[in-house]
């Protein structure tokens, strides 16, 4: 099944000439590859993002922290 917009979408690149559609549909592939990347990475991390942000909050309890003051980065 295919959404309206996407239909839309591949209309318009339908239009363009062979190799800027081989171009688009490269790039389409490889942000489409990237994601699934990144959702493996973030769901095999999930533990050791937990373990970061029970480490952020402990030291921000305790006073170990600084207020970011986003001029001087």
Known sequence: MTTQLLEKAFAEASRLSAEEQDVFAAWILEELASERRWEKAFASSAD???RLADEAISE??????????PGKL
Do not use: C, G, I
């Open 48 to 50: 050791a993002l937990a």
């Open 60 to 69: 921000y309890r305790t006073n170990q922290t600084q207020e970011l003051d």
